[in-house]
């Protein structure tokens, strides 16, 4: 296999002044790239503001014989963040969307601003970046882009009502931009890593802390983002070193005669079957989704 590189390739990495988007930033930098290192450096709960992070990192890339252009703008601005990108090296082709902060409480708890904050820095912020960089990717046709995803949206997690909603409305955006994006060469997925950052201290076993280095996390993120791969669509777990893909699995469900009524009694009577995995299918799209509930409205025509 070949080296991956991304000479003359133009990498944007938000909340890359710490944590896993640092190692992304350091990875693709190393590997060629030029680099904006964004990072608005507030705190794990998203508050305050500091542009040493992007630089800090910015000066190691650097010292490491790499090129990069730190960014403090906050990624709900991410036309700034392009902006920048485009004034600096005149193009953009890969977008890692990971900034991201947390605001942990239950659900009774949770307020307003809670749910907001979250949302904002997570959903409307990768959109922002990613809608920004859009049309130049389209045409240069090619680009690649990366949501953060996270096994707390995938899974749930008690506390994360929030957090939880976000993440998962980023698999959502995956999916759909995957569509629009193949026939212009631009390719997206996502990622729900584990890795031992300010976000994450406290929460492993001892000891598993400093196994989980966030830089276990990029390769995978920098082959996805090569010319190489045709991966589109997917969303991975990845961390501590090991790495899998994450599809949906649907049963075969139940199908009542649709012109005939039926009960909530006929659907409790049923309920184990519509339940049951045995043959299950795994949708890739939403014609294959609607197979089924097609096949029973013909099997009763
Ligand atoms: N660490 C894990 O185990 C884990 C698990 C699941 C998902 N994630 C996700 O991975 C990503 C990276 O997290 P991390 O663990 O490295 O945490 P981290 O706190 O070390 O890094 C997040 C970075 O994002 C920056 N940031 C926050 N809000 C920003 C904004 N509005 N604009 C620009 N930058 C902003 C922060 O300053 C910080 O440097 C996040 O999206 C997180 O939700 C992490």
Redo the contacts with the bound molecule.
């Keep these: 296999m070949s080296e991956i590189r991304f000479d003359d390739k133009v990498v944007i990495v938000?909340?890359a002044?710490?944590?896993?988007?640092r190692a992304h930033a350091l990875l693709f930098a190393k590997h060629g790239a030029k680099v904006i290192v964004?990072?608005?450096?507030?705190s794990?709960q998203?508050e305050g503001a500091n542009s040493d992070?992007a630089l800090k990192v910015v000066e190691e890339i650097k010292a490491a014989g790499g090129t990069a252009v730190a960014n403090p703008?906050?990624?709900?601005d991410g036309g700034k963040i392009v902006q920048c990108a485009m004034d600096h090296f005149g193009r953009v082709d890969v977008v890692v969307n990971?900034?991201?902060?947390l605001r942990d409480k239950s659900f009774q708890k949770m307020t307003d601003q809670d749910w907001d904050l979250v949302y904002k820095?997570?959903v409307e912020?990768a959109y922002k970046v990613t809608h920004a960089a859009w049309p130049y990717m389209k045409d240069n046709n090619f680009g690649r882009v990366i949501f953060?995803?996270?096994?707390?949206g995938i899974y749930g997690n008690f506390g994360q009502a929030n957090y939880g909603m976000a993440?998962l409305g980023l698999y959502g955006l995956t999916r759909t931009l995957a569509i629009e994006g193949r026939k212009n060469n631009i390719f997206v997925n996502a990622i729900?890593?584990?890795?031992g950052?300010?976000?994450?201290e406290g929460l492993f076993p001892e000891g598993a802390f400093d196994k989980?280095k966030?830089e276990l996390v990029s390769p995978l993120v920098a082959y996805l983002c090569s010319l190489d791969s045709k991966e589109t669509g997917s969303l991975f777990e990845v961390?501590g070193g090991w790495m899998g893909k994450v599809r949906w699995e649907r049963s075969l469900g139940i199908g009542f005669n649709p012109d005939e009524s039926f009960s909530p009694e006929d659907v409790a009577a049923n309920f184990e079957q519509l339940c049951s995995f045995e043959g299950a299918v795994h949708p890739k799209d939403n014609v294959e989704a609607l197979r089924e509930l097609m096949l029973n409205i013909q099997k009763f025509s």
Excluded: C, E
Excluded at 98 to 101: E, F, L, P, T, Y
Excluded at 148 to 152: A, D, K, Q, R
């Design positions: 938000t909340g002044g710490g944590g896993i988007g964004n990072d608005l450096g507030g794990a998203g992070a703008d906050s990624v709900v990971n900034a991201g902060i820095v997570h912020g953060t995803s996270s096994t707390s993440k729900a890593p584990t890795g950052t300010r976000m994450t989980l966030p961390g």
